[in-house]
């Protein structure tokens, strides 16, 4: 008989990735805002595999190869979860212009020009960022951030309100978050981002790619008054690319 705890942390790991696991069904109707601190700790061990698949095939392949490789990896693992996420809202967000017509088009499951561009640029850009310093850097700045935009998908989790949408994606649920939940949340995040960078670049990064994702949340607020499950991931695509933009930045330098 496993802990509520332990069921908790293999909810957000079921959730967030393409692991066989048993699943627990049914599941409670707060299982998303109970098992949503544990999301940057399921990042960051993502981030481990996608960095170990970085590192192994740098000694087979020349760069940009290992990144992509990489990123594809991560890509299979959460089964595109944010990727679809990000796609959806660019849609909804780019061409609709009422709050009905937004979650109309969140629901619809082709993807459309803006969702198209979305994905095209935020990889392009993750892929070109990382290529730019040696694998070992690479894979420490993913592992960081990818438990920081999970985070970061978190953090909106629990300040927006819930907007309506794809049922299946996120719970529908009036539970909130509670501090210690939230004090969870980032302390994970900041100990993957400690361990693995500089302080330096890791608090600039976090810094940038946090206005970034909130200024994503704020534009959901404002067009569909919340979050979907469509609009986390968008939050956790967008705060991941703006950190590995800055924190290759940072660790490159100039020139």
């Given at each position: 008989?496993?802990?509520?705890?332990?069921?908790?942390?293999?909810v957000a790991l079921q959730f967030l990735t393409r692991?066989?696991?048993?699943?627990?069904?049914?599941?409670?109707?707060?299982?998303?805002?109970?098992?949503?601190?544990?999301?940057?700790?399921?990042?960051?061990?993502?981030?481990?595999?996608?960095?170990?698949?970085?590192?192994?095939?740098?000694?087979?392949?020349?760069?940009?190869?290992?990144?992509?490789?990489?990123?594809?990896?991560?890509?299979?693992?959460?089964?595109?979860?944010?990727?679809?996420?990000?796609?959806?809202?660019?849609?909804?967000?780019?061409?609709?212009y009422t709050r009905e017509r937004c979650l109309e088009?969140?629901?619809?499951?082709?993807?459309?020009?803006?969702?198209?561009?979305?994905?095209?640029?935020?990889?392009?850009?993750?892929?070109?960022?990382?290529?730019?310093?040696?694998?070992?850097?690479?894979?420490?700045?993913?592992?960081?951030?990818?438990?920081?935009?999970?985070?970061?998908?978190?953090?909106?989790?629990?300040?927006?309100?819930?907007?309506?949408?794809?049922?299946?994606?996120?719970?529908?649920?009036?539970?909130?978050?509670?501090?210690?939940?939230?004090?969870?949340?980032?302390?994970?995040?900041?100990?993957?981002?400690?361990?693995?960078?500089?302080?330096?670049?890791?608090?600039?990064?976090?810094?940038?790619?946090?206005?970034?994702?909130?200024?994503?949340?704020?534009?959901?607020?404002q067009k569909i008054g919340g979050y979907t499950g469509?609009?986390?991931?968008?939050?956790?695509?967008?705060?991941?690319?703006?950190?590995?933009?800055?924190?290759?930045?940072?660790?490159?330098?100039?020139?």
């Open positions: 008989m496993i802990s509520l705890e332990w069921m908790r942390f293999f692991i066989p696991l048993k699943h627990i069904d049914p599941l409670p109707g707060d299982w998303l805002v109970r098992a949503a601190k544990y999301l940057p700790l399921v990042g960051g061990l993502v981030g481990i595999f996608t960095g170990g698949v970085i590192l192994l095939t740098s000694f087979v392949f020349p760069e940009p190869l290992p990144v992509i490789l990489g990123l594809a990896f991560a890509i299979l693992l959460t089964g595109g979860l944010h990727e679809d996420g990000l796609a959806d809202t660019a849609d909804a967000f780019g061409g609709g088009i969140m629901k619809d499951s082709r993807i459309g020009t803006y969702g198209l561009l979305a994905l095209v640029v935020t990889l392009a850009l993750k892929a070109t960022a990382l290529a730019e310093v040696d694998p070992l850097s690479a894979a420490k700045v993913v592992i960081a951030g990818f438990a920081g935009a999970r985070a970061a998908a978190v953090l909106a989790l629990a300040n927006l309100s819930y907007a309506g949408g794809e049922a299946a994606k996120v719970s529908r649920t009036t539970s909130e978050m509670t501090g210690n939940e939230i004090a969870v949340t980032v302390i994970t995040a900041l100990v993957f981002g400690f361990l693995f960078m500089s302080p330096v670049a890791f608090l600039a990064s976090t810094l940038f790619a946090g206005v970034a994702a909130a200024i994503v949340a704020l534009i959901a607020h469509d609009v986390l991931g968008a939050v956790e695509q967008i705060y991941e690319t703006a950190f590995f933009i800055i924190a290759v930045a940072i660790i490159a330098g100039p020139g």
